[in-house]
């Protein structure tokens, strides 16, 4: 990925086509990781400072330096000024998520155009690709095929959090009892 001022953003992607190497242009609003950034990195520095910072309760991948962040690190503002700015080191990040045993990978965000090319950071089926949601498609169904393929891939999932308090229902665990089950749980609304 590439990032820069529109006229020469279309240059190169003119001498990419040229050169027969596919590529698109990313619909984004701002530039990130570009020169284009630097007239307001030094705001940007005091404001988080102003926020302050909390450790992380997870361990993180820093894709400033493709390696697992300290928490002195993420709560530095003048790490997050450097993540603006910094080169993405996208594939670096991936290998060491692999490397630290993560095999399930989930892309938050309406459409889910890094899973592809963290696949191609991996060794072949190195990992369980899923998005959190799709460009085309209803929100709902995907949301919960997503929740399915983490819990059967052995994620545990808070399904009250998920369906709220709703009643539990048994159901039939031999499958040629003859007792029919109703329900009327349906799934709740998005707002």
């Known amino acids: 990925v590439i990032s820069g001022a529109v006229a020469e953003m279309e240059q190169v992607l003119a001498a990419l086509r040229a050169a027969g190497i596919k590529s698109r242009r990313i619909p984004i609003n701002q530039a990130a990781h570009s020169p284009l950034l630097d007239p307001l990195l030094g705001d940007f520095e005091r404001q988080v400072a102003a926020l302050g910072g909390h450790a992380p309760h997870v361990g993180l991948v820093s ?15 003048a790490y997050w000024r450097s993540h603006l ?11 060491t998520l692999h490397k630290l045993g993560q095999r399930i990978f989930v892309e938050i965000g309406p459409r889910p155009v890094l899973l592809a090319l963290g696949q191609r950071c991996l060794p072949d089926g190195a990992g369980v690709w899923i998005p ?21 891939n052995g994620a545990e999932i808070d399904w009250t959090g998920v ?14 009892q003859r007792k029919r089950y109703w329900t009327s749980i349906q799934p709740p609304e998005l707002a």
């Not at 700015?85 to 290998?95: D, K, N």
């Not at 498609?137 to 819990?151: K, T, V």
């Open 63 to 77: 894709s400033v330096t493709g390696q697992l962040a300290s928490a002195s690190e993420l709560t530095s503002a």
């Open 85 to 95: 700015r910094q080169p993405v080191r996208f594939q670096q990040a991936m290998e």
């Open 132 to 152: 959190s949601l799709r460009e085309r498609g209803q929100d709902w169904q995907q949301i919960m095929e997503s929740l399915a393929l983490l819990y059967t």
């Open 163 to 176: 369906y709220g308090a709703r009643p539990r229902v048994d159901l039939p665990t031999y499958p040629f």
